[in-house]
């Protein structure tokens, strides 16, 4: 795929040759006529690379410029005029451009600076790429928490990490198990050591055990050679067991033993080794129903929450809602016109937020790649399920009102749901007799 070059002039003559010039290089070429139309097609066509003149009939090329960095930074923009001032050359430079070539310049300089361009353009979207990929490695992408329970939260997270202790992390699916995690291997004694993530849920049953502890040579049919398993491998570092609700029971009671006597005995070897980690755990489940219904063992639990860090669910944290939508916006670069009007937020303080934090970063995503202007709508949310727009603790009536049926009809659908269609058990949820649920469901036509 060839590069795309936006070439704004309005001399049209010029514009023709420098076209042919760069078409006959293999360059993609879309040439406007005027400083408007630049813009108009900058936007329509994501070019890789600008290349406009200072004196245009009715804007100044510094100005598209300037939009254009204010706009994406990363494109990089070549000005050319026929007035080749010093001052000018320095003001564009100053605004960002990549170059500054006077006219009449020779084909040669133009696209050897054109390329160039490109390249930097190229370098940067490796190096933003490989940043992205740092940070997401390593979480230090910065943990939002304006909420008071969050900043709680973290506090008591930063306090634990000077520690040894175990931690348990609890919480709904997409609330932060997992960055919390590696932020205590992050700020801890032992951030130099290694951070082993495990998913639990993800291990065949079969392979657990040879997964956490190892294994030595020939202990079954596959075990080619002696390999470490999880526990070791984290040595000097973190071990994070994630998904830890899902551990079968028989392989609970030999990780109890692991993390007290502090040792692992590889399958199918005589000799146990020490071990040296720290263990964070996770899980969306809720551990003590697992307990009682005797599928997650007490002790276990106990030996895992020394210290237990519940993350709220995001709805009930709305005050983390703004802070998350700038954090996200910044995340995936979007310009700094975008934003959410008021009534977006409203909505989004109003959701259910099934997948929290997750599902957050997966609408403004989306929002920000469709977005047809620079202001966010409710109706450019898309949110899933209208049915899950439940109703804050403390009621909000937002200024346009509220109608008190609406508000009616959403927990008679919420209570159906949740009493699988039952009508009778709906009508029990609700505290209302049967025929007077049987009644509204009738008046309200669901
Ligand atoms: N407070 C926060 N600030 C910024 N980003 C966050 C925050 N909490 C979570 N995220 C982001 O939300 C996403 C989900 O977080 P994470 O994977 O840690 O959730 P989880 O609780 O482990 O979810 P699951 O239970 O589904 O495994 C990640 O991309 C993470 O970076
Ligand atoms: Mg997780």
Known sequence: MSEVILLIDDDQSLRRVTEYNLTEKGFNVVTAASGGQGLEYFKTTSPDLVVTDVKLGDMNGLDILGKIKEDAPDIPVII??????????????????????????????????????????????????????????????????????????????????????????????????????????????????PM??????????????????????????????????????????????DEIGELATDIQVKLLRAIQEKEVQPVGSERVKTLDIRIVA??????????????????????LSVIPLFIPPLRERIEDIPALVKHFLKKFDAPRDVFFSPKALEVLNAY????????????????????????????????????????????????????????????????????????SEAARLLKIPRHVLLYRLKKYGL
């Open 80 to 193: 050319m005029t026929a007035f080749g001032s010093i001052e000018m050359a320095v003001q564009a430079m100053h605004k960002g451009a990549f170059n500054f070539i006077t006219k009449p310049f020779d084909r040669d300089t133009l696209i050897l600076s054109c390329k160039k361009a490109l390249e930097l353009k190229k370098l940067r979207s490796k190096t933003k790429l490989l940043a992205n990929e740092i940070n997401r490695l390593t979480g230090t992408e910065g943990i939002v928490s304006a909420s008071s329970v969050m900043k709680e939260l973290l506090d008591t997270a930063s306090r634990a990490a000077n520690s040894e202790a175990t931690v348990l992390i609890t919480g709904e699916s997409g609330t932060g198990k997992e960055v919390l995690a590696r932020l205590i291997h992050q700020n801890s004694p032992r951030s130099n050591g």
């Open 196 to 241: 082993v993530a495990v998913n639990c849920a993800a291990i065949p049953i079969g392979l657990l055990e040879s997964e956490l502890f190892g294994h030595v040579k020939g202990s079954f049919t596959g075990a080619i050679k002696d390999r470490k398993g999880h526990f070791q491998t984290a040595s000097g570092g973190t071990l994070f067991l």
């Open 282 to 303: 996770a899980t969306n489940l809720n551990l003590q129903k697992k307990i009682v219904q005797g599928e997650f063992r007490e002790d276990l639990y106990y030996r």
């Open 352 to 423: 259910q937020w099934p997948g929290n934090i997750r599902e957050m970063q997966n609408i403004v995503e989306r929002c920000i790649i469709l977005r047809k202007k620079t202001v966010i709508e409710p109706e450019d949310l898309q949110l899933l399920d209208h049915k899950s727009l439940v109703l804050p603790l403390t009621p909000v009536i937002p200024n346009e009102g509220i109608a008190l049926e609406d508000i009616e009809k959403s927990y008679i659908l919420k209570a159906l749901e949740k009493a699988g269609q039952n009508r």
